[in-house]
T-cell receptor, first 114, second 112 residues
Framework: KNQVEQSPQSLIILEGKNCTLQCNYTVSPFSNLRWYKQDTGRGPVSLTIMTFSENTKSNGRYTATLDADTKQSSLHITASQLSDSASYICVVSAGMDSSYKLIFGSGTRLLVRP | DAMVIQNPRYQVTQFGKPVTLSCSQTLNHNVMYWYQQKSSQAPKLLFHYYDKDFNNEADTPDNFQSRRPNTSFCFLDIRSPGLGDAAMYLC???????????FGPGTRLTVL
């Protein structure tokens, strides 16, 4: 069964600290993995998208890693800011062409406190 | 610079009264998606169009239908909204199915 699991469900950190969010997946065949940031009441915004051959990808203070062997991904946020408070959603694409599916994780809710 | 536009942002309807949500895009993307997102949950895919090809998710209720009259516009019709259909409805587009999706701001639907 195709599944994407994220941990932790929620996280509170102090402004300026780093944090790492986890995403484990059992999806086959794997196409790519995406991280989205969703502010409350808004649509998700893409942070990174990685294919099988990519181990790491950065977008400013956000760095995503992918280990295709262990089927794990992480999103590392450096020097957190108050504006990083949001839900972070891991999405894995399975299949190709007509059999393509997007499998969503349930997200990690991050709160950054001053 | 809006790329994916959803109207209205907030919609209130009565139980059983049909409602239509609209989405337009200026990206000229081939694929358009409709998602339903309930509080504290991940978005749930309802349908997607690859160009004019319509793809319905297996567990999307019959109460939900969609139209894509041209590349730029896509509509979500809810024929007889129930209380359980109250949610945020997100439209997204992508150039191709494996590419990054660009989401609109969403329409929050309230059913009275």
């Amino acid at each position: 069964k195709n599944q994407v699991e994220q941990s932790p469900q929620s996280l509170i950190i102090l402004e300026g600290k780093n944090c790492t969010l986890q995403c484990n997946y059992t999806v086959s065949p794997f196409s790519n993995l995406r991280w989205y940031k969703q502010d409350t009441g808004r649509g998700p915004v893409s942070l990174t998208i990685m294919t099988f051959s990519e181990n790491t990808k950065s977008n400013g203070r956000y760095t995503a890693t992918l280990d295709a062997d262990t089927k794990q991904s992480s999103l590392h946020i450096t020097a957190s800011q108050l504006s990083d408070s949001a839900s972070y959603i891991c999405v894995v694409s399975a299949g190709m062409d007509s059999s393509y599916k997007l499998i969503f994780g349930s997200g990690t809710r991050l709160l950054v406190r001053p | 610079d809006a790329m994916v536009i959803q109207n209205p942002r907030y919609q209130v309807t009565q139980f059983g009264k049909p409602v239509t949500l609209s989405c337009s895009q200026t990206l000229n993307h081939n694929v358009m998606y409709w998602y339903q997102q309930k509080s504290s949950q991940a978005p749930k895919l309802l349908f997607h169009y690859y160009d004019k090809d319509f793809n319905n998710e297996a567990d999307t209720p019959d109460n939900f239908q969609s139209r894509r009259p041209n590349t730029s516009f896509c509509f979500l019709d809810i024929r007889s909204p129930g209380l359980g259909d109250a949610a945020m409805y997100l439209c997204a587009t992508s150039r191709d199915q494996l590419d990054t999706q660009y989401f609109g701001p969403g329409t929050r639907l309230t059913v009275l």
